[in-house]
């Protein structure tokens, strides 16, 4: 299925599939994008089920379904490349990991960029920290028109970038900067999705380009500290000094998309993995 702000730029035979966040959207995806088109891969920046509506459209699915939307993608991409790589920001970064873990013939590398498995950043309020408690509010039937609000300063350290987003997320319209707040019961599917995929890491076998901000105000650097640990491929890091957790649009923006670009293309180079027949 082609959501509303799908978008996909045509290049050559290596193929990225970019994966936002939770309550995110595309969006924060397309400046990473034209990057790698620029490089000349084909690239596909694919909208979560339940992204970029409402509160209740969100709280309508979870991360079974936003998973699934993942593969959905990744076939689509999969028709028009040889090489599939995939890349996602903070809770995209947990989807893009599994995907590697359950297709390791069809994933060739993984861009995990502010992976984020817990809110432990240095913006998060004490209460949001508790979030991992979720689950079990969530089964006790508590909190479904709740929401932790996101806190200045926004993932970002570009103040002008701040005041666009900000001002986006308030207005109204989610598909332009997603939603000003996270649902309860959504944060309580993340931490289902962590527990998932933290279990999953050692069956990650792509080599994994692992960006974090060293002062992500979201999540800290313990949780790229807990890939490049956990997974069963190599990997290298990526430690951003001028950026908070949303890196794909922050200050070294730049810095991440050539990162990325030459990793992928390494791989490709090296025809270390290829697309599994169908």
Not at 37 to 51: D, E, S
Not at 221 to 235: F, P
């Amino acid at each position: 299925m082609i959501r509303k702000t799908d978008f996909l730029l045509e290049g050559d035979r290596r193929g990225v599939l970019l994966v936002h966040g939770l309550t995110g959207t595309p969006l924060e995806m397309r400046l990473l994008a034209k990057g790698l088109n620029n490089a000349g891969f084909t690239v596909h920046g694919m909208q979560l089920a339940g992204h970029c509506g409402s509160v209740e459209d969100l709280l309508a699915t979870g991360w079974r379904d936003w998973y699934a939307s993942v593969e959905a993608a990744a076939d689509r991409l999969l028709e028009r490349v040889d090489h599939l790589f995939v890349g996602g920001l903070s809770m995209g970064a947990l989807l893009s990991l599994k995907l590697a873990a359950e297709r390791p013939q069809q994933v060739a590398g993984v861009g995990v960029y502010g992976a984020t498995f817990r809110y432990d950043g240095w913006s998060i309020p004490w209460t949001a920290r508790l979030s991992f408690l979720l689950p079990l509010v969530r089964k006790l039937g508590i909190g479904r028109g709740r929401v932790f609000e996101e806190q200045h300063p926004f993932g970002l350290r570009d103040e002008r970038l701040r005041a666009q987003v900000e001002a986006a997320m308030r207005s109204g319209d989610s598909t332009v900067a997603g939603l000003l707040g996270n649902p309860w019961h959504s944060l309580a599917d993340l931490y289902q999705l962590s527990t998932h995929v933290r279990r999953l890491l050692p069956r990650v076998t792509a080599p994994c380009l692992v960006a974090h901000a060293s002062e992500d105000d979201v999540a800290s650097v313990r949780n790229a500290q807990l890939v490049l640990r956990g997974v069963g491929g190599s990997s290298e890091l990526l430690l951003l000094k001028d950026s908070y957790h949303m890196i794909t649009i922050d200050r070294e923006r730049r810095t991440l998309i050539e990162r990325s670009a030459r990793f992928f293309d390494g791989i490709a180079a090296g025809g270390a993995v290829l697309r599994a027949a169908a």
